[in-house]
């Protein structure tokens, strides 16, 4: 009976999390616990740095930024409207909870497009979003950059239609990890936003490199073993020449 209760339990758990070719996400209340990116991750672009900006930022990170439009790193002036300082002319809210520290905000017809510069490849990438919106929308990019799909306000709010369409508040925000399925890993990740002078703003995008599985660990410590192998009757055979 416990067997077929954790069977359920499990089987409930993984119909919980959307799920899409490729790529799987988990969608949950932005708090203090998880607005600060994710520890232990390979790459957490923080937009804290505003001496070397957000591409200077992404460079120290093994990251490409490509801006295009209103995108523009924001200096927090606390809860409520904060300074953009790039393009566009449109209002920016600092995401709440915020960590104190700068974020990112981009206007109607703005973009951000982080990849990986170093041929490193990701299992899972995660993004704190200040009061999600509908039009607010995110794409995912492979390990060849090809385009997985993209993803709205809406569905990133778990299929519910956001409560605060661009009005500022920011009782919606979200924690949102996108995990890679089915053999696909991410290389890079896309933030764009369609309403006009509102906002999408978000902070501490944290990239995780994949992990090897078992079977290829397993299958390089064989090669490794093998070359050892070759080495040693290599070694072996020259003695025997020479005796």
Same mark, same amino acid.
């Not at 995008?205 to 093998?226: H, Y």
């Given at each position: 009976?416990?067997?077929?209760?954790?069977?359920?339990?499990?089987?409930?758990?993984?119909?919980?999390?959307?799920?899409?070719?490729?790529?799987?996400?988990?969608?949950?209340?932005?708090?203090?616990?998880?607005?600060?990116?994710?520890?232990?991750?390979?790459?957490?672009?923080?937009?804290?740095?505003?001496?070397?900006?957000?591409?200077?930022?992404?460079?120290?990170?093994?990251?490409?930024?490509?801006?295009?439009?209103?995108?523009?790193?924001?200096?927090?002036?606390?809860?409520?409207?904060?300074?953009?300082?790039?393009?566009?002319?449109?209002?920016?809210?600092?995401?709440?909870?915020?960590?104190?520290?700068?974020?990112? @905000?981009?206007? +109607? *017809? =703005?973009?951000?497009?982080? /990849?990986?510069?170093?041929?490193? %490849?990701?299992?899972?990438?995660?993004? #704190?979003?200040?009061?999600?919106?509908?039009?607010?929308?995110?794409?995912?990019?492979?390990?060849?950059?090809?385009?997985?799909?993209?993803?709205?306000?809406?569905?990133?709010?778990?299929?519910?239609?956001? @409560?605060?369409? +661009? *009005? =500022?508040?920011?009782?919606? /925000?979200?924690?949102?990890?996108? %995990?890679?399925?089915?053999?696909?890993? #991410?290389?890079?990740?896309?933030?764009?936003?369609?309403?006009?002078?509102?906002?999408?703003?978000?902070?501490?995008?944290?990239?995780?490199?994949?992990?090897?599985?078992?079977?290829?660990?397993?299958?390089?410590?064989?090669?490794?073993?093998?070359?050892?192998?070759?080495?040693?009757?290599?070694?072996?055979?020259?003695?025997?020449?020479?005796?």
């Amino acid at each position: 009976m416990r067997k077929i209760s954790a069977a359920l339990a499990f089987g409930a758990a993984v119909l919980a999390t959307p799920a899409f070719a490729g790529v799987a996400f988990t969608s949950v209340a932005g708090t203090s616990a998880n607005n600060t990116g994710v520890a232990g991750a390979t790459a957490n672009m923080t937009f804290n740095t505003p001496s070397i900006g957000t591409a200077g930022e992404a460079t120290s990170k093994g990251l490409v930024a490509n801006l295009s439009g209103s995108a523009t790193r924001s200096d927090v002036v606390g809860s409520g409207q904060a300074n953009g300082n790039g393009s566009g002319n449109f209002n920016v809210y600092t995401p709440a909870p915020y960590d104190g520290n700068g974020f990112f @905000a981009i206007g +109607g *017809d =703005g973009s951000l497009k982080l /990849s990986s510069a170093t041929g490193t %490849n990701f299992s899972s990438i995660s993004v #704190f979003i200040g009061s999600i919106d509908a039009y607010n929308s995110i794409d995912l990019f492979d390990q060849t950059g090809a385009f997985i799909r993209s993803f709205s306000g809406t569905q990133l709010n778990n299929d519910v239609a956001p @409560a605060y369409p +661009g *009005d =500022g508040t920011q009782a919606g /925000s979200r924690f949102v990890t996108f %995990n890679a399925t089915a053999g696909t890993l #991410f290389s890079g990740i896309k933030f764009y936003n369609t309403g006009g002078n509102s906002a999408f703003e978000f902070d501490n995008v944290s990239f995780t490199a994949a992990v090897p599985e078992p079977a290829t660990w397993a299958m390089m410590f064989l090669g490794f073993g093998m070359v050892a192998g070759a080495a040693r009757y290599r070694r072996r055979s020259s003695k025997a020449v020479f005796a």
